[in-house]
Structures are given as C-alpha cells and as structure tokens.
C-alpha cells in the first residue's frame, strides 16, 4: 500500500506541476454552466431543473476529467523513457496503475469544486447534507466505466491518437447520455439509445441520489455492464503494451 500511494502521489505531483494540464478540466464544466444553465433564467432559477443540471454537469466534470487525465496521460508517459524503467521496476502493475487510479480520482473530486461553486452562489439548485454525500459516492462510481476506457485509451494508442480519440468518444458519449440536454428533450430513438450508454446510467444515478428523482434499476447494470467490458479492454491494452516493448 506505501508503495501504491507513492505511485499515487507523485503521479498527482508531476500533473499539477504542469497546471495547463488539467485547467481544461477545471474550467470547462464550469463554463458550461455560466453558458447553459446560469444564463438562461428558466433553469438557474428554477431550484430543480437547475438542480439537475448541476448533477449532469458534475458528472460530465468527472468523466472528463477521468478521461483525458487516463487516455491522453497515460499516453504521454509511455513515450517517456522514465516510464519504461518504471515497467521494470519489481514493484509490479497493480502498484502503478492504482497510483494512476488514485491519481484520476483525485483530479476528478478537485474538478467538482468549481461546478459546485457556480450551482451553490449562482442558481437556486439545492440538495441536503445527505443527497450531496450520496451524489459523490454515484460521481465516483458511476464514472468508472470512463476511467478503464480512458485507461485503454492511454496504453492503446500514442499520444497524437489518444488526444482526438479520447475527445471522439467523451463528447459525443456526454451529448447523447444527457449531460449537456436533459434526455426528456430527446427524440424517441435518441433516447431509447443513450440508455445503454455508461453515461447516460451514471448520469441518471447522480440526478436521481441528488434530487430524489426514480432512477431505473438498469441504470446499475448498465454501469456494472460497460465497468466489466471497460475493464476487459484496459487490462488487454496494458498486457499488449507490455508485451510488445518489454518481452
């Protein structure tokens, strides 16, 4: 566990040093809210449209920031000659790559603080003491089939591949899973597709333990269904890497 948390530790290090690196992730769901939601008077002061919103886009902040945090960091660590002496060390993967998991979550749960200001100083979204601890639990868990596919991304495909393939599949994924439209103003087909999306499960999980809203028993086999795959597909990425550059 040292071991690990090392790992953890100066992973978080190494990015925040670069602070460009993650203030695309700060910012942007934030400013989506000053655009989409505190702009328009219908949503930011209604208290449960725009408390919706505020979950939606909470999770976008999550997912996002799994994402290019995983797909384009990782990435980028492989084509560095201090990550393959890393690979060799006798610590073992599970060591590296649950410092790398610690490290996205970290970075994630700091990507909730600027959204959840915007929501707390400049909407009427409201939710109890009790709502808000069970939203972050369903942020954390709800995001972790992106976290693996991010994690596939990264140990998959160099870093020029990784950057447009990770923004491919985040924001078309984000779209059609309800984080920047509420999926009621979706078309009959949309809708019925983005509910096999994680996106759309997470997405309904976190509205739903925010705002008391019936949320759809599926929605948890969805999310338990794409982690399964994701995880399948990450562990395959980083058993190919490894065996193509250290065997």
Not at 166 to 171: D, M, T
Not at 184 to 206: C, E, I, K, N
């Amino acid at each position: 566990m040292s071991i690990l948390l090392l790992h953890a530790r100066y992973q978080f290090l190494e990015t925040i040093r670069v602070p460009i690196a993650i203030l695309g992730t700060l910012l942007f769901p934030p400013l989506f809210m000053l655009l989409f939601v505190v702009s328009n008077p219908a949503v930011g002061n209604h208290p449960t449209a725009a408390t919706f919103a505020a979950g939606q886009m909470a999770f976008f902040a999550i997912v996002s920031a799994y994402m290019f945090n995983l797909g384009a960091g990782v990435a980028e660590d492989r084509a560095r000659p201090w990550q393959s002496y890393v690979r060799t060390l006798p610590a073992g993967p599970v060591n590296e790559l649950g410092g790398r998991l610690l490290n996205a979550v970290a970075l994630a749960l700091l990507s909730l603080i600027p959204v959840t200001l915007v929501a707390a100083l400049l909407t009427e979204a409201h939710a109890s003491v009790g709502q808000l601890a069970g939203a972050l639990v369903a942020l954390v868990l709800g995001g972790l089939p992106l976290l693996l596919l991010g994690l596939a991304v990264g140990y998959a495909l160099p870093l020029k591949a990784a950057v447009p393939v990770v923004q491919l599949l985040l924001f078309p994924m984000a779209f059609a899973g309800g984080l920047f439209l509420p999926p009621r103003m979706f078309p009959a087909w949309l809708d019925a597709l983005s509910q096999a999306l994680p996106t759309r499960a997470g997405r309904d999980l976190v509205v739903g333990t925010l705002t008391g809203a019936p949320t759809a028993a599926t929605s948890v086999l969805v999310v338990l269904g794409w982690t399964l795959v994701c995880a399948g597909a990450a562990v395959f990425a980083y058993r190919r890497d490894e065996g193509r550059r250290f065997r």
